[in-house]
């Protein structure tokens, strides 16, 4: 076998040339500088990250494990959480904790239900939450590692969840209702005063994800848009979760889960009195929690006040719109769902566009596009940032149509025919061996990276699939055979 190419260098390299290498490395990274990102990135400028910057550094090695040790982390992350609680409109029984993002807040939330349940429910085998099928995939994962089992409600027309529909699935095993405000997939906020009206009835708590919106609404609200309700005023609700390092323009690593009250949280909390190393109690997932994303997001709130947020909740809504607006007036496309605060989606309805073509060639014109499936759409999420750059995204979403209008055959090829196939191909399970490879292949020793626009890997995929279906059928027709 070879031996690894990389290596800790025998000598430490010079540090101003390692620096120097760390920016050229960038160079091929998505463009969020230039607002050619729709995701990934909350970016309001350079003076405004150096100052979080500064922020994080200031308790760059500081460590939150021990809340006893850095009373400073301790006081940020109660601010934080009661800066949290008092906009999400709780009282002062609200309590919860920072976490590391969105992911481990929403995890939190499922493992806080599960062990309430096996305290107070303890004959529940099984247990089961009832989540919309639009809910963060950190849920899917959460039921994933936590063994609870995710069933999943059908949305309405609307892309908001069919409260019907939950109510049906209510069963004893269930432990948990969980709604969106809103959802990532199509930015559209859940009925959630009906789950709420519908955990009260069941005695079931409901987990609000309001990872993406939590810093969003509040304030959209304060402008005079009609944002349905979603927090702590609606009596069901037991908690959410709300990032701060999303439209709380905090560094990343900072997240929030809050409860209701303690007799809920009391179950996120893990203690073990026997390790060798001491007494052990941990409020969160992670052992060492870094000091540095608590006081930029402290530092971010605080910069932030009321008013900042409050303008730039205004400057999204008026991108949002003036994004919208251009969008539905093409007749090829349609916005999914209604009404949106900061994330939208939208999907083609012209049999002969197809979307995923036209996010090539916006991917052609530098932009960094989000592909979504069922149905397949293009996803857009808007910050501040935005504002300059949405004549440029239209003008060039013009431009793309007609590129695909003139030349069709490009569904056929490139990233289209590899995104229509993932998301086309009726044998999921094939799809999840594929997509598991992929991983395996970048993350083995010498990394692989796919390529997303290659349409030989669609071919192959297609191939693989096409081959899977005739052993498929065969089997289907072995079996019959022997029950004749
Ligand atoms: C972003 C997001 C999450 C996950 O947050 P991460 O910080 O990416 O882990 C969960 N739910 C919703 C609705 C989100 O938008």
Request: include cysteine; charged fraction near 25%.
């Amino acid at each position: 076998m070879d031996k690894y190419s990389v290596q800790i260098p025998e000598k430490g390299r010079d540090k101003t040339q390692i620096l120097e290498d760390l920016k050229g490395f960038g160079t091929e990274d998505a463009n969020y500088k230039d607002g050619k990102t729709w995701s990934l990135v909350y970016y309001l400028g350079d003076e405004y990250n150096q100052f979080l910057k500064d922020a994080y550094g200031s308790y760059f090695s500081e460590n939150g494990l021990n809340p006893m040790a850095f009373k400073s982390l301790k006081k940020f992350e109660s601010e934080v959480i009661r800066m949290t609680a008092s906009l999400l409109n709780g009282d002062d029984n609200v309590v919860g904790t920072m976490t590391s993002g969105g992911t481990e807040s929403c995890l939190l939330a499922v493992k806080t239900y599960r062990d309430m349940a096996r305290a107070k429910r303890p004959w529940i085998r099984n247990p089961e939450m009832i989540v919309p099928e639009s809910i963060h995939v950190a849920f899917e994962k959460a039921a994933h590692y936590f063994g609870v089992k995710a069933v999943h409600a059908p949305l309405g027309k609307d892309f908001r969840v069919d409260v019907k529909a939950v109510k049906k699935l209510i069963n004893r095993n269930t432990i948990l209702l969980v709604g969106s405000a809103p959802a990532y997939p199509h930015g559209v906020v859940d009925p959630i005063e009906e789950l709420s009206n519908l955990a009260i009835k069941k005695k079931l708590p409901l987990h609000v994800d309001s990872c993406v919106g939590g810093f969003m609404l509040p304030f959209v609200e304060r402008l005079g848009y009609p944002v349905p309700r979603f927090d702590f005023r609606v009596p069901g609700v037991t908690s959410i979760s709300a990032d701060v390092h999303k439209y709380g323009f905090a560094a990343k690593g900072a997240s929030t889960v809050v409860y209701r009250n303690m007799d809920y949280m009391k179950h996120q909390m893990f203690v073990f009195t026997n390790w060798p190393g001491g007494i052990f109690a941990s409020p969160a997932l992670l052992g060492t929690r870094p000091g540095g994303a608590m006081a930029a997001a402290w530092a971010a709130m605080n910069a932030m006040g009321m008013e900042g947020y409050m303008n730039n909740a205004r400057e999204v809504m008026d991108t949002t719109k003036k994004l919208i607006n251009g969008i539905n007036n093409f007749p090829e496309f349609e916005v999914l769902g209604e009404p949106h605060m900061c994330v939208f989606a939208f999907k083609s309805v012209s049999k002969d566009l197809s979307i995923y073509a036209v996010a090539d060639q916006m991917e052609e014109r530098g932009w960094h596009i989000d592909r979504q499936q069922r149905p397949e759409s293009m996803h857009a999420m808007v910050t501040p940032y935005h504002t300059e750059f949405a004549d440029q995204y239209l003008s060039d979403l013009k431009e793309s149509v007609e590129v695909v209008r003139s030349n069709p055959e490009l569904a056929e090829s490139g990233g289209a025919a590899m995104y229509g196939m993932i998301s086309n191909i009726p044998l999921r399970g094939m799809i999840k061996k594929n997509v598991l490879q992929m991983m395996m292949d970048m993350y083995s020793a010498v990394p692989k990276m796919p390529d997303m626009n290659s349409s030989e890997d669609a071919d192959d995929l297609a191939t693989k699939a096409g081959m899977m279906f005739i052993k498929a059928k065969k089997k289907l027709i072995d079996k019959i055979d022997q029950y004749r």
